[in-house]
Structures are given as structure tokens and as C-alpha cells.
């Protein structure tokens, strides 16, 4: 199943950030806080179900994007870092294959 990106709908509780004009390593940290936060509570609430995680992940990407973090860093955040995305979110095994899943399935397409 593909997951179109479209335009991200950014909650208004976001930090202004954008990674290609933003040199503030404050400013970076603070909007790498709030979106691992907010993705974090995304999946915790989607938790047992396929579709909600797959949505949740492509909330994270496309927030990501709009603030034009490199692919590499989105990859990082979500699933390398310590403590990452899906460390913090605490997910059964299975949720955590359906949260990779989604983000190849955004990767690929």
C-alpha cells in the first residue's frame, strides 16, 4: 500500500523551523523535540492499529519535509538515534514492522 505525500497539515503548536535557511542549532533541536514528541504520541495512540501507525509515520515525513530535513536525517530520528522514534513510542514488535513498512512504503513511492 502506497502512502501519497500531499501538502502537511502542521499542527500550530510547531516551531517555525526550516533546516535550508535556519542555522540555529537551538532552533534544530527544539523542532527535532517537538516533532519526535509529537510523532512519539502519534504512534503511541495508534498503537494495535495498521492504519493509524501508517498515518502517524506519514504525519512525521511530511512534517519533516516541510521543514526540509534531509532524508537521512529523517531516517536517523525515526529509527537510528538514541533514544529514536520508535524506542521512545514504546511498540510491540508487530507495531514496529508496520511503522517500517509505512516508512519504506513512503520511501518508495
Same mark, same amino acid.
Request: with cysteine; glycine share 0%.
Given at each position: 500500500m502506497?502512502?501519497? !505525500?500531499?501538502?502537511? %497539515?502542521?499542527? %500550530?503548536?510547531?516551531? /517555525?523551523?526550516? &533546516? ?13 523535540d ?6 512519539? &504520541?502519534? !504512534?503511541? /495512540? ?5 492504519? &493509524? ?10 512534517? $519533516?519535509? $516541510?521543514? @526540509? ?23 510491540? @514488535? /508487530?507495531?514496529? @514492522?508496520?511503522?517500517?513498512? $509505512?516508512?519504506?512504503? !513512503?520511501?518508495? /513511492?
Amino acid at each position: 500500500m502506497v502512502f501519497p !505525500l500531499s501538502t502537511p %497539515t502542521i499542527p %500550530t503548536n510547531a516551531p /517555525a523551523y526550516n &533546516a535550508s535557511t535556519n542555522t540555529s542549532d537551538a532552533d534544530r533541536s527544539a523542532f527535532i523535540d517537538w516533532l519526535t514528541a509529537q510523532t512519539v &504520541a502519534e !504512534l503511541q /495512540a495508534a498503537r494495535d492499529n495498521e492504519t &493509524a501507525l501508517h498515518q502517524a509515520v506519514k504525519n512525521y515525513v511530511q512534517r $519533516a519535509l $516541510a521543514a @526540509e530535513l534531509t532524508f537521512e536525517d529523517i531516517e536517523e530520528i525515526l529509527g537510528i538515534n538514541e533514544p529514536c522514534i520508535m524506542d521512545l513510542a514504546e511498540l510491540s @514488535e /508487530a507495531d514496529e @514492522e508496520a511503522v517500517v513498512d $509505512a516508512f519504506e512504503d !513512503l520511501c518508495n /513511492a
